[in-house]
């Protein structure tokens, strides 16, 4: 038993390690002296301090949480509301269009872009606008909406059907049902898609490069472009941030979930005690 | 979990803010830059909105051919782009630039005469030098001993330490002066004998790399390459060892010059920026920050260099004779070079 039980440690240390190794040397690197990415010579935090001042980088960062808020939000409107719509269509209907929603996801990205690009060119001469932040936009919407179906949809398989019902037997029109009835029970749903577009969004280079135009610039399009004189440690700066960013939020949001789920367990023994 | 959810959210706004307050008010107008990544010292874009009011959007590519490629798929407007010699005579071919108006750059008379009228531009229509360079031998003596000829890159004693451009111009170019031929060559001979000498430099290569070159030349994995001059001054601050050399049959001499594209709609603005740029105290700053030659002529003497980095930056006039620049090749020849590169690397 205590052999089986090491085994398994050590294959989840193993785990871990390949996991994250990548993002240590990463973040290690970003405080090397030098440029170097296999030499260290030395602490240093000038990185940082030049990020700061380096505005295309900066531009850069903005333009992409920009882009993925915005994005993921409205996505998360359209995709709660296409979810909706699915669930209440007959079954003959529904699997055929819940097959085109997934198509996006398996797409290839390059296809996805070149044949957005295609499109915001063409509308683009008919209508009298250029590639630009606007169309960017409408990318990323586009890419994340089946995300949002795909993880609001098991949410909705689990909600009692009576629930519906009820609330409008209680006088509710239905729009308040809709609004305060479905969309609480299925909000963790609806957080997970937005979180996942919100990824998708940030980590997107490929359908970015097809529909940015002349004006606007994501992250991963500037590091991209850095290729031919080398990367600089600036961007490990940034990434190590994000990271710490994303890890800080990650914390707060399981320390709060573990409060709530105590306080839950303490009020029901409470319950218990006065019954 | 709406709380949560609000938190994540507050969190990313105050994000976005943050990243934004670096942003100057500019109401000049905008200028659509289009440049090769890291190739400027960006306190150079804040200083210029600042002078001039107008609004700088600053876009980066990695390669000539992919910005060629973005300018050919349409729905963009970029005022500004700043690719190398060979891609602005194939751009001034297609007719995709606009003539420059040179009462709006004064800064052009600082410009060093030597890169005035080059054979990609000979009129001096089109185009302002932007940075300047010439392509050597990064080795490290002590490995693979002193190198003056391109042939210590195709020595078979130098077996698993050689890396080689990845790219097929820059690859067929050194094949072609190590034969002795111009690396415009368009005869079908010389591109065969070229395309052979590669194939058989293959097996002896560690590989072909561009920026990766930096990593392994500093730590030492690799000992000998060919690459830019500035960049050898970046990795010879790492690594000491390492030397540079412009090979005795010569070599390649490029100009990045900024250009402004057939209808733009910034164009007055576009002009403001070269001549912004072409400023002997940007241009010497620019340079600093890049480790690329400014061609501005002032900027050779003010310019605070020791004797070493000068040498390198500036090479004799008997080294430069021996240098060519690239030109466009017809679209047949280009097929050519896709075709063997394709063949060369499966």
């Given at each position: 038993m205590t052999k089986k039980y090491t085994g398994g440690k050590i294959f989840a240390a193993l785990t871990y390690v390949f996991l994250y190794a990548p993002i240590i040397v990463l973040i290690v690197f970003s405080f090397n002296a030098t440029k170097s990415r296999t030499i260290w010579s030395g602490f240093t935090l000038d990185w940082y301090r030049e990020l700061f001042h380096?505005?295309?980088?900066?531009?850069?960062?903005?333009?992409?949480?920009?882009?993925?808020?915005?994005?993921?939000?409205?996505?998360?409107?359209?995709?709660?509301?296409?979810?909706?719509?699915?669930?209440?269509?007959?079954?003959?209907?529904?699997?055929?269009?819940?097959?085109?929603?997934?198509?996006?996801?398996?797409?290839?990205?390059?296809?996805?872009?070149?044949?957005?690009?295609?499109?915001?060119?063409?509308?683009?001469?008919?209508?009298?606008?250029?590639?630009?932040?606007?169309?960017?936009?409408?990318?990323?919407?586009?890419?994340?909406?089946?995300?949002?179906?795909?993880?609001?949809?098991?949410?909705?398989?689990?909600?009692?059907?009576?629930?519906?019902?009820?609330?409008?037997?209680?006088?509710?029109?239905?729009?308040?049902?809709?609004?305060?009835?479905?969309?609480?029970?299925?909000?963790?749903?609806?957080?997970?898609?937005?979180?996942?577009?919100?990824?998708?969004?940030?980590?997107?280079?490929?359908?970015?490069?097809?529909?940015?135009?002349?004006?606007?610039?994501?992250?991963?399009?500037?590091?991209?472009?850095?290729?031919?004189?080398?990367?600089?440690?600036?961007?490990?700066?940034?990434?190590?941030?994000?990271?710490?960013?994303?890890?800080?939020?990650?914390?707060?949001?399981?320390?709060?979930?573990?409060r709530q789920h105590k306080a839950e367990i303490k009020k029901e023994k409470m319950l218990k005690g006065t019954n | 979990m709406k709380k949560t959810f609000s938190v994540v959210i507050c969190a990313v706004m105050l994000i976005c803010l943050f990243?934004?307050?670096?942003?100057?008010?500019?109401?000049?107008?905008?200028?659509?830059?289009?440049?090769?990544?890291?190739?400027?010292?960006?306190?150079?874009?804040?200083?210029?909105?600042?002078?001039?009011?107008?609004?700088?959007?600053?876009?980066?590519?990695?390669?000539?051919?992919?910005?060629?490629?973005?300018?050919?798929?349409?729905?963009?407007?970029?005022?500004?782009?700043?690719?190398?010699?060979?891609?602005?005579?194939?751009?001034?071919?297609?007719?995709?630039?606009?003539?420059?108006?040179?009462?709006?750059?004064?800064?052009?008379?600082?410009?060093?005469?030597?890169?005035?009228?080059?054979?990609?531009?000979?009129?001096?229509?089109?185009?302002?030098?932007?940075?300047?360079?010439?392509?050597?031998?990064?080795?490290?003596?002590?490995?693979?001993?002193?190198?003056?000829?391109?042939?210590?890159?195709?020595?078979?004693?130098?077996?698993?330490?050689?890396?080689?451009?990845?790219?097929?111009?820059?690859?067929?170019?050194?094949?072609?002066?190590?034969?002795?031929?111009s690396m415009n060559s368009t005869d079908e001979t010389e591109l065969n004998e070229a395309y052979e000498l590669l194939k058989q430099q293959k097996p002896i290569l560690q590989g072909y790399v561009m920026d990766q070159i930096f990593d392994k030349l500093e730590s030492g994995e690799a000992a000998i390459g060919p690459y830019y001059a500035g960049d050898y001054l970046t990795m010879h601050a790492e690594n000491p060892n390492l030397k540079f050399c412009i090979p005795k049959e010569g070599s390649n001499v490029f100009v990045d010059a900024m250009c402004v594209l057939k209808n733009a709609e910034n164009k007055d603005n576009a002009e403001a920026f070269i001549n912004f740029m072409s400023g002997t105290e940007q241009s010497m700053a620019n340079s600093e920050y890049i480790g690329y030659t400014s061609p501005n002529k002032e900027v050779e003497d003010l310019i605070d260099i020791d004797d070493f980095t000068r040498s390198v930056m500036y090479p004799d006039d008997a080294t430069l004779a021996k240098c060519e620049s690239y030109i466009n090749l017809p679209q047949e020849t280009l097929d050519y070079y896709d075709e063997m590169w394709v063949k060369l690397k499966s």
């Open positions: 380096d505005s295309l980088i900066m531009s850069s960062l903005q333009t992409t949480l920009l882009v993925s808020v915005i994005a993921s939000l409205i996505a998360a409107v359209i995709g709660t509301f296409a979810a909706i719509g699915f669930y209440n269509m007959k079954k003959n209907w529904r699997s055929p269009l819940l097959l085109v929603n997934n198509i996006p996801v398996v797409n290839a990205d390059i296809i996805t872009g070149v044949s957005l690009s295609l499109l915001f060119v063409s509308a683009g001469a008919l209508m009298g606008f250029q590639l630009g932040f606007g169309t960017l936009l409408i990318a990323h919407i586009s890419f994340d909406i089946p995300y949002v179906i795909l993880s609001v949809m098991p949410k909705l398989y689990q909600l009692d059907r009576n629930l519906f019902e009820a609330a409008q037997d209680l006088g509710c029109t239905w729009f308040q049902t809709v609004y305060k009835v479905i969309i609480p029970e299925i909000m963790p749903g609806i957080i997970n898609g937005l979180l996942i577009a919100f990824t998708m969004s940030v980590d997107d280079f490929v359908i970015s490069y097809f529909t940015a135009g002349s004006s606007v610039q994501t992250l991963s399009m500037t590091i991209y472009a850095m290729t031919r004189r080398r990367i600089s440690p600036k961007i490990n700066a940034i990434s190590t941030l994000l990271f710490a960013v994303v890890l800080i939020l990650l914390v707060i949001v399981n320390v709060r979930e573990a | 990243s934004g307050c670096g942003g100057s008010k500019t109401t000049n107008g905008v200028v659509n830059v289009y440049n090769w990544g890291e190739y400027i010292d960006t306190d150079l874009i804040t200083q210029f909105e600042n002078e001039t009011g107008i609004k700088v959007n600053y876009k980066t590519y990695e390669s000539n051919e992919q910005m060629y490629s973005v300018l050919k798929q349409g729905g963009v407007s970029y005022d500004v782009i700043i690719p190398s010699d060979y891609m602005i005579s194939r751009l001034i071919d297609e007719d995709m630039l606009e003539p420059l108006n040179f009462d709006n750059i004064p800064n052009y008379s600082l410009i060093d005469d030597s890169l005035k009228s080059m054979a990609y531009d000979p009129d001096n229509t089109y185009s302002v030098p932007y940075m300047w360079g010439t392509i050597g031998i990064i080795y490290d003596p002590t490995v693979v001993g002193e190198v003056d000829s391109w042939s210590a890159l195709f020595d078979e004693k130098n077996e698993g330490n050689i890396l080689m451009f990845d790219n097929s111009r820059d690859a067929m170019a050194i094949a072609l002066k190590y034969l002795g031929y």
